[in-house]
Nanobody
Framework: QVQLVESGGGSVQPGGSLRLSCVASRTTTCMGWFRQAPGKEREGVATIYTTVGITKYADSVKGRFTISQDNAENTAYLQMNSLKPEDTAMYYC????????????????????WGQGTQVTISS
């Protein structure tokens, strides 16, 4: 079992920044960030292959979001810049042993462990 705890959500104006954190109870190979807006399906935002630091992003966030890790602290971060109203959603941290390495990294069904989520609201 892996427990994941997210933090860092909040409300900012368009163009602002936020950094989300996800602390895992133990080391995992893949850590990812997903988001779900009301009435929409959960979608992959970014993932990191923690062993080698390989990252992948959804097209909608490339150039604006950065996923990173602190392996010593079993923590993944999501730095979000140039935020837009359409980034408003509940953001979830996910972990798995292989989801970021094979197949569709952005499919929620490929991840085994999930956090409770942290709300991000972008509004003027």
């Amino acid at each position: 079992q892996v427990q994941l705890v997210e933090s860092g959500g909040g409300s900012v104006q368009p163009g602002g920044s936020l950094r989300l954190s996800c602390v895992a109870s133990r080391t995992t190979t893949c850590m990812g960030w997903f988001r779900q807006a009301p009435g929409k399906e959960r979608e992959g935002v970014a993932t990191i292959y923690t062993t080698v630091g390989i990252t992948k992003y959804a097209d909608s966030v490339k150039g604006r979001f950065t996923i990173s890790q602190d392996n010593a602290e079993n923590t993944a971060y999501l730095q979000m810049n140039s935020l837009k109203p359409e980034d408003t959603a509940m953001y979830y941290c996910a972990a798995d042993s292989s989801a970021c390495r094979f197949g569709d990294w952005s499919s929620p069904g490929h991840y085994t462990y999930w956090g409770q989520g942290t709300q991000v609201t972008i509004s003027s």
